[in-house]
């Protein structure tokens, strides 16, 4: 979507509970059609979380870009721990041109401030032990067609064939991998290229989706697959430790595509939700379609991953029919790993970020562009599309899965961070920062002169009663303090009091 959106091998792959050996100071490599990680086995599954290099830069985003803060993306890391993942795919980190605060705003001349969060989110992703996807075009906050829309109109091209194809288009991307790849990070120290949080670098983003739409033949689909292999060998030149994901999308039709020596990695993004896209002779998705593309990539020798696959009930009708695709990627061992579309995260002050390319038409959030039904809230938040009964269920499925694909036995749930208590300006009205994983919210109040902190919200909100009003406020002498409750009814430390 992305919005423009192992003998012992096997086995591995189908224990639920042989636990896999994790390093973040170590590289994931390949082997074969298979990933590995310190000489074990690796699979994974865990969020795309578009947004950790720049917020608001997809399209249909009003609100524009903005960089996030370290604490949203403290909460992403932290929510997406909790659970289970083990890799996420940021497309922002590494694909943003065209816009003032993009990492190429101009062609050709270069951002370094606009690094800053993604080096924090590497560091905060090594913490956690999760290794990162980074796509290198992509979206576009200001251009039509994405980003390779940018690099063609700077160029002044009219037609999308033009990426694949001239040598000036593919200098022009080559020289913003470039300046990816090399930029050091100060906190870590490290060059992105020799950084072994990042799993793999992603040449595009379904970018041979333009020459499909356009009727593309076997000669405009052998030049998508040539340059597949032009921009695969010369990130392999500048960095021979990472991976190099294909992303362009064509293998179905044009299957040499799978045989460029320089991809390791192969793969599509699965939603029935945008099947009617793919036109009248693609096979609608199912949970058959991702052991089909998995034999597939495999059998030209390479690893089949799913970047991107829907979550919702515009995708999958009920949470039965998404667990039967769960359980078909976790016990297909020709699948490496798995990412859902996407993971939001609590902003600073109160409450969730606002739902990415919204909608306040029914019909369009069902049926169109809109995060009213891609968009996942951890725990659960109602949308137009999902309720969050719904939200939550699938997302505690989500839970169990990467677990599962990492060979783990599902763990109880982490006890949520602190609440922060943000505002009580207004009398009665108390606003705090959310916490990860936290399903429920309890307020206590201290009156002047009392010891005691007396409950008046006995888990009785959740963030999206946040601020939530006490119904009994006062003006002066009033404290109050906010805890936190995971799924398993487990409190968190109470926030400090205000």
């Not at 890391?77 to 940021?90: S, W």
């Not at 293998?251 to 599509?268: E, G, I, M, Q």
């Not at 009930?313 to 359980?327: A, C, G, I, Y």
């Not at 999902?386 to 990467?402: F, I, S, V």
Request: glycine share 8%; aromatic share 10%.
């Amino acid at each position: 979507m992305a919005r423009s959106k192992f003998f012992i091998f096997a086995l591995a792959a189908l224990l639920p509970i042989a636990a896999q050996a994790q390093s973040p100071d170590a590289f994931v490599q390949r082997s074969g059609t298979k990933l590995i990680l310190n000489s074990a086995p690796f699979r994974y599954s865990g969020p795309n979380i578009e947004w950790l290099g720049l917020e608001g830069y997809g399209p249909h985003d009003p609100m524009g870009p903005r960089l996030p803060s370290h604490f949203e993306i403290d909460d992403a890391f932290d929510t997406a721990a909790e659970m289970g993942a083990k890799v996420v795919r940021a497309q922002t980190m590494g694909d943003t041109v065209g816009c003032p605060l993009c990492i190429e705003p101009t062609e050709g001349n270069f951002n370094e401030a606009a690094f800053a969060s993604s080096d924090y989110a590497i560091a905060i992703a090594h913490k956690h032990g999760i290794k990162l996807i980074i796509p290198l075009v992509g979206d576009c906050a200001t251009c039509a067609g994405g980003g390779i829309g940018q690099y063609l109109a700077w160029e002044k091209k009219p037609n999308p064939q033009d990426f694949f194809t001239d040598p000036t288009l593919i200098a022009a991307y080559e020289k913003h991998i470039d300046a990816v790849l090399n930029h050091l990070n100060p906190i870590t120290n490290l060059r992105y290229k020799d950084d072994p949080t990042i799993m793999a670098w992603e040449n595009c983003n379904m970018c041979g989706i333009l020459t499909l739409l356009s009727g593309g033949n076997a000669t405009a689909l052998g030049q998508v697959s040539s340059w597949v292999e032009t921009i695969g060998t010369h990130i392999k030149q500048q960095d021979p430790h990472h991976l190099y994901l294909d992303t362009s999308g064509i293998y179905r039709v044009y299957p040499p595509v799978l045989d460029n020596k320089s991809t390791d990695l192969a793969t599509f993004e699965f939603y029935p939700h945008w099947d009617i896209l793919l036109g009248p002779n693609q096979p609608p998705t199912t949970a058959a379609t991702f052991t089909h593309d998995a034999a597939t990539v495999t059998g030209h020798g390479r690893v089949f991953i799913v970047n991107e696959f829907g979550w919702d009930r515009t995708d999958w009708k009920t949470p039965v029919d998404f667990e039967n695709v769960l359980n078909t990627l976790s016990t297909d061992p020709n699948v490496s790993g798995d990412g859902f579309w996407a993971l939001q995260a609590h902003l600073d002050n109160f409450g969730f970020q606002p739902i990415p390319a919204d909608s306040n038409n029914p019909v369009f959030a069902e049926h169109g562009e809109s995060g009213q039904w891609w968009a996942l809230y951890y725990p659960g938040v109602k949308t137009l599309v999902n309720t969050a009964e719904d939200m939550a269920a699938r997302a505690q499925l989500l839970r169990a899965h990467a677990y599962t694909m990492s060979g783990t036995a599902v763990p109880k749930h982490n006890i949520p961070p602190r609440p922060v208590i943000t505002s009580t300006v207004i009398v009665g009205l108390i606003a705090w920062r959310g916490s990860a994983g936290a399903v429920r919210y309890s307020v206590e109040r201290n009156d002047q002169g009392s010891k005691e902190w007396k409950p008046i919200c006995d888990r009785c909100a959740t963030d999206a009663d946040d601020p939530w009003v006490d119904p009994h406020g006062a003006l002066g002498g009033v404290h109050y303090r906010v805890i936190a409750w995971n799924a398993d009814g487990i409190p968190s430390e109470p926030s400090d009091p205000r």
